[in-house]
């Protein structure tokens, strides 16, 4: 990480409860948005509360809308766009400029949410944990999967998260990589 970047270094010691709840309620509200339906109230839930209701909420939008054939790839799309959005609006607030900082960014943000993500500089990442396995199968996890893609693209310049192993599917870890997409100019090194 370089040395310069004293926000994302005082990010890795400590992030309020107050303010992890806020960015899940933003990061629950742009899911709702994906899903074109009312986002529950959080009034008066912990941090650890509405990270519950989040996973139970994306479980049901998603399972509704396998029942009810709407169009998957509109919804992931939407759910990509509006993470890329939260993404790189982290990026800027953060002022992510490598690959090692949206790594690092990453790590934050998903150890907040219950998720052990480990990501090196090369864009290999490995997800050993993630507290929303045990509410996702795998076709739940491949719908809701589109908001990891999108953060990290958001944080990243826009890099494709492209997974080869998913918890959810059976295996050990999740493993995926961060690829620059196809006629791509790097954003950030």
Known sequence: MSAMNLVLSMARLYIPSFVRK?????????????FDC??????GLSYDECLKKYALFTREQAE??????????????????NAYR????????????????????TRILYHAIGIDFHG?????????????????????CRIISSLDEGIIAG??????????????????????CLVLR????????
Request: charged letters at 30%.
């Open 86 to 105: 939260l993404g790189e609006e982290l990026g800027k607030q953060f002022r992510i400029t490598t690959i090692e900082e949206a790594m690092t960014m």
């Open 22 to 34: 806020r960015k899940l309620a933003e990061l629950f509200a742009s899911t709702a948005r994906a």
């Open 182 to 189: 196809e006629n791509q100019q790097k954003d950030i090194r």
């Open 38 to 43: 009312d986002m529950p109230s959080l009034e």
């Open 120 to 140: 090196t500089i090369q864009g290999e990442i490995t997800i050993r944990r993630c507290f929303f396995s045990g509410y996702y199968t795998g076709d739940i």
């Open 64 to 81: 509704k809308s396998i029942r009810r054939g709407n169009d998957l790839e509109t919804i992931k799309n939407n759910l990509y766009r």
């Open 155 to 176: 944080l990243s310049g826009g890099r494709q998260l492209v997974f080869s192993e998913r918890i959810t599917e059976g295996g050990e870890c999740c493993k995926a």
